[in-house]
């Protein structure tokens, strides 16, 4: 089955600068990587996806970019605010023809703290 | 309507008690899943509903039994759990077919097994 492994476990970045977190994977099928924001006590929520067939996408702060040779892929997020300070979690997934029966496997998680 | 609704949000059960979560989407999704997450770790995917029939077991204890009356409701029954069990249970949905278009995440129910 598809082993997702996410780089760093926790990272604190000052208030404007930039922060970058890393996933690999090791199923060569999974061609969609979204990413989850989880606040303390809160649900997942989907901050942005990318699919197999493009390298990166953008999304005002935030941009993912995909690296399918080397099976990686990475979140960027610019300009980072306090507001952004959460946990990170990296997912992959198939695309089975079968509806419904894709596996999104997260990775471990990045605890993101942005000091004022 | 955009949510993913979960009840109760807090659930403090006896091992020997029965109990069951609730989950409910008025979005047309067709696939729908329950999820635990225990503390500072990740979602681990336990069911898959897919068209209201179960696809995916990840070999879940059967002291969870989960149950999709239509398609927009979802059930986990919770009979002799231990106090391991305890987590914070997420459902989420998603819509298809044939294409990812990103899980839905309920706020989840947050159970406590004494």
């Known amino acids: 089955g598809e082993n997702v492994e996410q780089h760093p476990s926790t990272l604190s970045v000052q208030e404007g600068d930039s922060a970058v977190i890393k996933c690999t994977y090791s199923d060569s099928a999974s061609n969609y990587f979204p990413w989850y924001k989880q606040e303390l006590g809160k649900r997942p929520q989907l901050i942005i996806d990318?699919?197999?067939?493009?390298g990166e996408k953008k999304d005002q702060r935030i941009a993912v970019t995909l690296n399918k040779t080397a099976k990686h892929f990475s979140l960027h997020i610019t300009e980072t605010q306090p507001e952004d300070s959460a946990v990170y979690f990296c997912a992959a997934s198939p695309l089975i023809s079968n509806f419904g029966n894709e596996k999104l496997t997260f990775g471990t998680g990045t605890r993101l703290t942005i000091i004022p | 309507d955009t949510e993913v609704t979960q009840t109760p949000k807090h659930l403090v059960m006896g091992m020997t008690n029965k109990k069951s979560l609730k989950c409910e989407q008025h979005?047309?999704?067709?696939?729908m899943y329950w999820y635990k997450q225990k503390a500072k770790k990740p979602p681990e995917l336990m069911f898959v509903?897919?068209?209201?029939?179960?696809?995916i077991n990840e070999s879940v204890p059967s002291r969870f039994s989960p149950e999709c009356p239509n398609s927009s409701l979802l059930n986990l029954h919770l009979h002799a759990l231990q106090p391991e069990d305890s987590a914070l249970y997420l459902c989420?949905?998603?819509?298809?077919?044939?294409?990812?278009?990103?899980?839905?995440f309920g706020s989840g129910t947050r159970l406590t097994v004494v």
């Open positions: 509903y897919s068209y209201e029939k179960l696809s």
């Open positions: 989420a949905s998603s819509q298809g077919p044939g294409e990812h278009y990103g899980y839905t």
């Open positions: 990318i699919r197999s067939n493009v």
């Open positions: 979005m047309g999704h067709r696939a």
